[in-house]
């Protein structure tokens, strides 16, 4: 199987129903998009590599799925619309299998989004899958990091730590195996590691709504705060006690728990912070967008991010962000 | 260095004059683009790996000027004009003056085409680099692979080869080693294979000067036109003895010296259609974008494609195009 036999056979396909963005898809020197009249174009590019992003006995659907679902999540940050990807892909073979388990969990969730695949470039080597994404977003309704105020709530999607919790277990980390027990990693905390779910509905639904500043959660909570923190200049006081708890997490000793919620990475949840006067829009994205959403903080003019326990109390935490050369 | 001192230190820099279409460059979930109102969005992406695109020991300027240049490349081999681009980077370890010296070729060539980095991402993992590079291009101006029409001339920007010969003479292979000479390896021929010049300005003239299909020359002649062909549903007839053939080339034995010429990879040449009437508009292009252009051929309604000689006789090749699956 040559080069372009391989993308013919698993990356070639129609264009899923409502990508009429797409001018000329895969096959030509460039991809064409035509985005809506006035709209500016939002980019993102996340790179996974073997050993670093995922096991190398990943399954390759759920490996698919991922690669995409993390750059529709950096878009769902932006509140913009999916208009298509392209994917790099690095092999060190032609396994057809393999490829075609990538392709079905790479497709699923394009079709899913109505996001097609209209380029990339395949070539020999180790392990490597780079898929940047384009979106469109109108004028002014961009959720950016720099745009908190003092006073603003914040927000958080879903909720953290089991994509951590099923990280360490795969690891075999004692503290994780003990919480997951002997039946091993159930296929529900492994999805939240594998599998995880972008939250683009709630970011269209929140761009709309009022919503100010907003991050996707890839490096853990701590961290991707502190960099909405840094662009607008302010501070957080964050509330533990109102940071949804998974199940799986309860059980947990007290600093690997914190760790999971507030460090944990992979949670690819919305971080967002809306004014007060805000709140009945962005509880009614919510319910629009099919995606729970818990105020768990707000914006303080003092910089600096504090934690707060249940008696408003602070809480000295440690935990830090993932950095891949720290 | 952390991951973030690392992004700051070497690729976070103001944007170069002319960068216009950037709303929001590096830092945030996505970057923003703001195309000219109507305009189509032209997007390729190409992944370098080491060992398979380039040499372990590569200048890493070259190597940075490279991994932008291709995708230059593509940008004019569609007559789209530059915008911005994005870089993954997975690499083994942060090492500063590599990453210097990579940045520095990087931004000499953005700089030059006022196509700025906009975002991307980094990470650890054997050396990889992907960039993925936008443009905008007029609706209907794009210069398809599907566009070539019977009684088209068949033009080649520049001359192809030497950065086969050079590549084989780093590889050590015999007969590179005899043409090339006891000096090593001259500046220019190596520059032909690792500072490759992409036809930007051409492919921006030609897309206004109605000329057909255009297709950059990564795999080889051979292949490349071998897409168009395919695309287009015509053949063509090209005369061997019309392609400019460098100094270097000329002492080659015969089968070698057409490998190089229509078979060598990695001439980021341009070779493209027009109909016989736009004569003057292409050769008007050729000088308004300073940029040299031969005619070598011409399309055919029949199928397939043959190499005449200087006396219009069919010339057998085995030249074939590169396939990293193959």
Not at 133 to 140: I, Y
Not at 155 to 184: C, D, I, N, P
Not at 218 to 247: C, N
Not at 303 to 310: E, K, T
Request: proline share 6%; aromatic share 4%; net charge negative.
């Amino acid at each position: 199987m040559g080069e372009f036999e391989l993308i013919r056979r698993h990356f070639q396909r129609p264009l899923p129903a409502g990508s009429s963005a797409v001018v000329l898809g895969i096959g030509d020197d460039c991809a064409l998009l035509q985005p809506s009249p006035g709209h500016q174009l939002a980019i993102s590019s996340d790179m996974l590599v073997e050993g670093r992003h995922f096991f190398a006995d990943v399954d390759p659907e759920a490996l698919g799925h991922k690669a995409l679902a993390v750059n529709l999540s950096d878009l769902a940050a932006m509140g913009a619309r999916p208009l298509g990807f392209t994917l790099a892909l690095a092999l060190p073979q032609a396994d057809n299998d393999w490829l075609a388990g990538l392709a079905r969990g790479l497709f699923a969730l394009a079709d899913a989004h109505a996001c097609p695949l209209v380029g990339g470039d395949t070539t020999r080597g180790p392990l490597n899958l780079c898929v940047t994404v384009f979106g469109e977003v109108a004028p002014g309704q961009a959720l950016r990091r720099d745009a908190a105020r003092a006073g603003d709530d914040v927000y958080l999607s879903g909720r953290t730590g089991e994509a951590r919790l099923a990280l360490e277990h795969l690891r075999g980390t004692g503290w994780a195996l003990a919480a997951t027990g002997a039946a091993g990693l159930n296929a529900e905390l492994r999805a939240r590691l594998e599998r995880p779910t972008p939250r683009n509905a709630l970011g269209r639904a929140l761009a709309g709504a009022g919503a100010h500043a907003a991050i996707d959660l890839s490096d853990g909570l701590v961290g991707d705060l502190g960099h909405i923190l840094l662009a607008s200049g302010v501070g957080a006081e964050m509330r533990v006690h109102d940071m949804p708890l998974a199940p799986a997490l309860r059980e947990l000793p007290l600093a690997q728990r914190l760790e999971c919620l507030l460090a944990g990475g992979d949670d690819y949840e919305l971080l967002f912070t809306a004014p007060p006067d805000a709140r009945a829009r962005i509880e009614a994205a919510s319910v629009r967008s099919a995606t729970p959403v818990a105020r768990v903080g707000h914006i303080t003019a003092a910089p600096g991010l504090r934690w707060l326990d249940a008696d408003g109390r602070d809480m000295p935490l440690a935990a830090r962000s993932f950095d891949h050369f720290a």
